[in-house]
């Protein structure tokens, strides 16, 4: 596949990006180097070859949830910048 300048020029648009002129030739060299090298991984050849997910068979390891009451808050929040109703109070970082 081969990129032309003006689809570079479109990218950049859509991406709302910035580029000057003089770094047109340098993203297009890149894109068309990567688009290049995607176009011989998915031409390699796989027949023949057993799926594999990853070099291990590792799991995740869950455990099981258990409440467990905590009865000295005060000294959590003794380093508290401001406490309400025995909870951290943080300033509103949502409009």
Known sequence: ???TREEILHIANLADLNIEEKEVDKYLENLQNILNFANIVNNAPVDGLDVTIGANEAKNVFRKDE???FEDTESLLQNAES???NMFKI???IN
């Open 83 to 85: 406490t309400e109703q």
């Open 1 to 3: 596949m081969k990129v």
């Open 67 to 69: 409440i467990i009451r």
């Open 91 to 93: 300033p509103k970082v």
